[in-house]
T-cell receptor, first 109, second 113 residues
Framework: SQQGEEDPQALSIQEGENATMNCSYKTSINNLQWYRQNSGRGLVHLILIRSNEREKHSGRLRVTLDTSKKSSSLLITASRAADTASYFCATASGTALIFGKGTTLSVSS | DGGITQSPKYLFRKEGQNVTLSCEQNLNHDAMYWYRQDPGQGLRLIYYSQIVNDFQKGDIAEGYSVSREKKESFPLTVTSAQKNPTAFYLC????????????FGPGTRLLVL
């Protein structure tokens, strides 16, 4: 049961540029989470934003949540080659986390 | 060193064979999960367990089985009934509720011979 959908599917930028990824979902949520996955590895939790929050920061990451539009965005500022990975949003609704298909970010030096 | 371990890293299955993937955590988490990831896809939930000796089916449980005899361990068996088992399998854990932050293991890649 697909809930979150990331956009774009793939993103290529240069080091130092900002990267923005979006996530749209369909039903009401309790929280929304962003995870990173390096190729062939497990997922790493980046940030959790609750339904009553609008914006959250963690280092170079900024997440916004617009519950009226059922959407979230993840901004990575001053990207580095090490940010190259797939990024997934996961929505918490009902009894489980539901993951989208991810955005693949490629940062070239 | 706290975390989740999965073994083996790669696993090969022959036709008609059952194989078991190991997942162990020392984070003292109550809840544990198994996900399947296919190329270019998101994660799909196979099974989850919120407490020892209890587990629930996820979205794609057919052809899989689990047990939760200890808090630290949540092994997944891929049975011969699973006709398309080639995938990347991820185990995760969380403190309790299913909606909080999940911590993932490094994954097991299952290939069919």
């Amino acid at each position: 049961s697909q809930q979150g959908e990331e956009d774009p599917q793939a993103l290529s930028i240069q080091e130092g540029e900002n990267a923005t990824m979006n996530c749209s979902y369909k039903t009401s949520i309790n929280n929304l989470q962003w995870y990173r996955q390096n190729s062939g590895r497990g997922l790493v939790h980046l940030i959790l934003i609750r339904s009553n929050e609008r914006e959250k920061h963690s280092g170079r990451l900024r997440v916004t949540l617009d519950t009226s539009k059922k959407s979230s965005s993840l901004l990575i500022t001053a990207s580095r080659a090490a940010d190259t990975a797939s990024y997934f949003c996961a929505t918490a609704s009902g009894t489980a986390l539901i993951f989208g298909k991810g955005t693949t970010l490629s940062v070239s030096s | 060193d706290g975390g989740i371990t999965q073994s083996p890293k790669y696993l090969f299955r022959k036709e008609g064979q059952n194989v078991t993937l190991s997942c162990e955590q020392n984070l003292n988490h109550d809840a544990m999960y198994w996900y399947r990831q296919d190329p270019g896809q998101g994660l799909r939930l196979i099974y989850y367990s919120q407490i020892v000796n209890d587990f629930q089916k996820g979205d794609i449980a057919e052809g899989y089985s689990v047990s939760r005899e200890k808090k630290e361990s949540f092994p997944l068996t891929v049975t011969s009934a699973q006709k398309n088992p080639t995938a990347f399998y991820l185990c995760a854990s969380s403190t309790g509720t299913l909606q909080e932050t999940q911590y993932f293991g490094p994954g097991t890649r299952l290939l069919v011979l």
